[in-house]
């Protein structure tokens, strides 16, 4: 990690069309001071202001508090002296008081993780000022209140005490509504909002011990060093750690001068994106308040209005809102103030140009004037990020690789995913409509605390609203629901972040945290009761409604083929029934790059013919029953080799752990030695014979081969035989033949001379042939060490990297549950190496096995059949070395496309 330089500036200023720093520095100066700089070089109006340096951040956990106040101080005061010149106001003056805002900032955007203080510079003297100046005490009087709140949770940590206690703020507002008997914040007199500062620094005093503090400064030293605790606070922590970003990022400060949004009927604020976050359609959309500030958009407490005027029709449709109540009661901002309109449109066509991507601009108007407050690359659902990509590639903004390095592999996932079945919706009773905030469609149990989230296999959680607190819960929830909030509401936000499928705003639940109900019109649903909600429409269903299988077109598709065009790697799957292999080819998979043959034999009817194999205690009784599972498999392969078409199959030797297809339980005991008719007790004593300390290091993989080799006989009969078949339908398959867990040439070579003899006899009893290979997974670390060796007799190696990281780690892959949650919370390791390849340790192993064992036979074909098939980072580490294919599970086969072209990309 950098450290300060004597020299270094600590301090970025911008404002006034002019800035120290630029979009290209954000990691010292987080995405939002970058952008702040970017914007302001640009001749965006931003209001004036400073980052202080993520730098800076990581200098105060190291070194304190003092020591950063020491070394920024000089240039904070010269940053506030220029923001003063630019405004026109002083910071800390009774009669023209400048007002700032303090918020978060790190190099990526963490929405609601961190902490904002606005109106900072309050007091009970330069509140005068303020009132003189703009003639509206109730606005001064309103934003004094609002500062003491934010500030006193922000910095003095003034928050509710359990998840069942009222914010302190909002129960002193609360009870004076209901005195005053009345509803709305807005219906608040000048007086009352004096007795509510009056009545929140009292509180402060009571609840803290201290008072709220009036000096501008110290107000100011506080909300910057609160921002930088905040990065180590317990929501930014879970963000960082969900996503992967490192603890020593930190996070910049920006500082800014105040402008209002709630100095009355000419003034206002909103958010808006350039395209749409959930579709991903190029249409400007967004939501407006009129006087109101930023954080009245995003907590839901009043109905935000649509910017554009279709966006406004479609809402008032969706909300039952006729056209004269909506142009009355709702009017778009295009219609309300048609020239802000205009502008806003030029600088977000102007803002996406710029940044040639969706943006996500937060603006605010001050009695007729429009601030740009910020702009970021925009949160989308997995089926935008196809769209826009793909959309700005054909609009000629973006070329075809940026395009694809656009793409987050993992977030296709989502569109990989079951929609509602049309029929089961047709059939569906809606409860409620609220707005599709992110689409998809989850059905669940209902729970309504977010770290109850888990309570149900699937849950859906619903709640008012939700603040950055529940993140956590709704992660693990399959949707979420809100009676409150917009479109741009921190539920709607986050979810379309991570994917996850949201309704929000629908006004008719009413929610009762206490008895735990949901009430709609009449109708009474409880915690645990069953809802679905549909993300796309905004419907909140009745009960369970069935799913189905999304269609893959469009954008889809053309993304998929211009990843192809830059892959180099192929993209294979694991597939041991004939219905996974036609899926994955469904998904684009060329070939199976395991087809695991132990998984054939876990149904009723061939379980007992398996067990009678296992049981048996002679050859001939074992031969006996490999005869039976002879035309099971035969059947199995004739099914997976005619759905891939043509395309490779590699199909593994028997590899399972033997005590696993035993019958453990006495009545299955019982039944197995009537069908064998043997003793119980000689199944018994069976059974306790093949028990192993450590089956996964036992008697498993070619072992067994070797110990049997009539199964290995039987096997390679069944594989020859089924081509031999298909042979005669006119598909063509030349079977790759794969022998589990070697660790010793010997071991492979007596395998492969079983294959050998096995084809001989088969070819030579149907007088025809099929082409075959017979390669070896390279699982133990032994067999990467003699790579050369092996490869010598070997036609293909594939990295079975789930056994090759248990045992370099020598962690066992069944009991690693115990310890690696832990491992991963105490940073002992960065992620889980069964998930994510270890590219340092286990990379070198596959690194190493394959240069040897090219070293022997040059066109050696190297694949991955371990989960990291599938895995983004992993499918780049393995174009690093060069292998010709990765093989992953079915729904990670268009994942794993995309990972091969960015790694084809990133590699040149
Ligand atoms: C592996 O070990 O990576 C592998 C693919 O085999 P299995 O998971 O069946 O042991
Ligand atoms: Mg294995």
């Known amino acids: 990690m950098e450290t300060l330089t004597e020299n270094q500036l600590s301090v970025y200023s911008f404002g006034n069309k002019k800035a120290?720093?630029?979009?290209?520095?954000?990691?010292?100066l987080g995405g939002k001071g970058a952008n702040l700089a970017e914007m302001s070089r640009i001749g965006i109006p931003v209001p004036p202001g400073f980052t202080i340096t993520t730098e800076v951040c990581t200098q105060y956990n190291q070194d304190g508090k003092e020591a950063v106040i020491e070394r920024i101080e000089p240039e904070v005061r010269d940053a506030i002296t220029r923001i003063e010149e630019t405004m026109g106001a002083t910071f800390g003056d009774d009669e023209n008081p400048l007002l700032i805002s303090v918020r978060s900032g790190a190099r990526v955007s963490m929405p609601g993780m961190m902490d904002t203080?606005?109106?900072?510079?309050?007091?009970d003297e330069s509140i005068k000022g303020v009132i003189k100046m703009t003639g509206n005490d109730r606005f001064a009087w309103d934003s004094y209140r609002r500062f003491i709140q934010m500030y006193s949770s922000v910095v003095m940590g003034l928050k509710p005490e359990s998840k069942d206690d009222l914010d302190p703020f909002e129960e002193i507002i609360d009870h004076l509504k209901d005195k005053r008997r009345i509803e709305h914040d807005t219906q608040f007199t000048v007086q009352d909002l004096q007795d509510l500062v009056y009545d929140f620094k009292d509180i402060v005093k009571k609840r803290t011990g201290k008072p709220f503090p009036s000096n501008p400064w110290d107000q100011l030293w506080g909300a910057i060093l609160a921002v930088f605790d905040s990065w180590n606070g317990d929501r930014a922590i879970y963000y960082r750690k969900m996503h992967g970003y490192p603890e020593d990022w930190g996070t910049a400060v920006n500082v800014q001068a105040m402008v209002f949004g709630n100095m009355g009927e000419d003034s206002g604020t909103g958010v808006c994106f350039t395209r749409d976050a959930g579709t991903g359609e190029n249409k400007f959309n967004g939501e407006y308040l009129i006087n109101a500030q930023g954080e009245d958009v995003v907590a839901g407490v009043r109905t935000p209005q649509q910017i554009t005027l279709l966006g406004s029709q479609r809402w008032a449709e969706l909300a039952q809102v006729s056209e004269e109540e909506r142009a009355e009661n709702y009017p778009s901002l295009e219609e309300l103030m048609p020239n802000i309109y205009k502008e806003l449109f030029e600088y977000q066509n102007k803002l996406e140009t710029h940044y040639q991507d969706m943006q996500d601009m937060e603006f605010t108007i001050q009695q007729g004037k429009l601030w740009i407050l910020q702009t970021r690359n925009g949160k989308r659902t997995g089926a935008a990020m196809v769209k826009i990509a793909m959309d700005l590639l054909k609009e000629g903004l973006i070329d075809e690789k940026t395009a694809l390095m656009r793409i987050e592999p993992n977030k296709l996932n989502e569109l990989l995913h079951p929609i509602f079945d049309p029929d089961a919706l047709a059939e569906a009773e809606v409860i409620a409509q609220g707005l599709p905030a992110s689409p998809g469609a989850a059905t669940g149990q209902i729970v309504f605390f977010a770290d109850e989230a888990n309570k149900y296999k699937n849950s859906i959680l619903v709640r008012v609203e939700t603040s950055p607190e529940d993140v956590e819960g709704m992660n693990v929830a399959k949707g979420i629901v809100t009676a409150r909030g917009g479109m741009t509401s921190h539920a709607a936000v986050v979810a379309r972040g991570i994917g996850k499928c949201c309704v929000s705003g629908a006004g008719a639940l009413k929610i009762n945290y206490k008895t735990r109900t949901l009430k709609v019109g009449d109708h009474e649903y409880h915690e645990g009761d069953w809802i679905s909600i549909n993300g796309s429409t905004g419907n909140i269903l009745e009960g369970k409604v069935g799913t189905k299988e999304p269609e893959l077109s469009g954008e889809f598709a053309e993304l998929m083929k211009l990843s192809d065009g830059y892959a180099q790697m192929e993209v294979r799957t694991n597939a041991d029934t004939p219905k996974d292999a036609e899926i994955a080819r469904s998904f684009g998979a060329k070939g199976i790059g395991l087809t695991r043959t132990e998984h054939m034999f876990f149904e009723v009817d061939r379980i007992k013919a398996m067990r009678e194999m296992i049981l048996a205690d002679t050859v001939k009784g074992r031969k006996q029953a490999l005869k039976e599972l002879l035309p099971m498999q035969r059947g199995d392969f004739e099914g997976i080799f005619r759905a891939m078409k043509g395309y490779p199959v590699t199909v593994r030797l028997l590899d399972p752990p033997l005590h696993e297809f035993v019958p453990h339980q006495l009545a299955t005991q019982k039944e197995l030695a009537d069908d064998l008719h043997i003793s119980l007790a000689s199944v018994k004593?069976?059974?306790?014979?093949?028990?192993?300390?450590?089956?996964?290091?036992?008697?498993?993989?070619?072992?067994?081969?070797?110990?049997?080799?009539?199964?290995?006989?039987?096997?390679?009969?069944?594989?020859?035989?089924?081509?031999?078949?298909?042979?005669?339908?006119?598909?063509?398959?030349?079977?790759?033949?794969?022998?589990?867990?070697?660790g010793t040439v010997?071991?492979?070579?007596?395998?492969?001379?079983?294959?050998d003899n096995t084809a001989q006899e088969v070819f030579k009893k149907r007088k025809d042939t099929v082409e075959y290979s017979v390669g070896t997974m390279i699982e133990v670390p032994r067999a990467a060490l003699v790579a050369d060796e092996i490869a010598e007799i070997a036609d293909f190696f594939s990295f079975g990297t789930n056994d090759l990281t248990q045992m370099t780690f020598g962690y066992s892959r069944d009991d690693s549950g115990k310890f690696l949650p832990i491992y991963l919370e105490k940073g002992i390791l960065k992620a889980d190496p069964f998930e994510v390849l270890d590219q340092k340790g286990v990379g070198q192993l596959i690194e190493l096995g394959t240069k040897r064992g090219r070293s022997t036979r040059p066109d050696l074909k190297v694949g991955i059949c371990g989960e990291h098939g599938g895995e983004p980072s992993s499918v780049g580490f393995c174009q690093t070395v060069d292998m010709n294919y990765v093989s992953c599970s079915p729904y990670r086969v268009p994942i794993a496309r995309v990972a091969a072209a960015q790694a084809a990309i990133a590699q040149k």
């Open 746 to 755: 010997e071991e492979f070579r007596q395998q492969k001379e079983i294959i």
């Open 117 to 123: 203080v606005l109106n900072l510079g309050l007091n």
């Open 20 to 28: 120290d720093g630029s979009r290209d520095m954000k990691n010292l």
């Open 685 to 742: 004593s069976k059974v306790a014979e093949l028990e192993e300390f450590n089956p996964m290091l036992g008697h498993r993989g070619c072992r067994l081969g070797n110990t049997y080799p009539e199964i290995t006989e039987m096997q390679a009969q069944a594989i020859l035989e089924a081509a031999l078949n298909l042979k005669k339908e006119g598909i063509i398959t030349k079977p790759e033949i794969m022998v589990p867990l070697v």
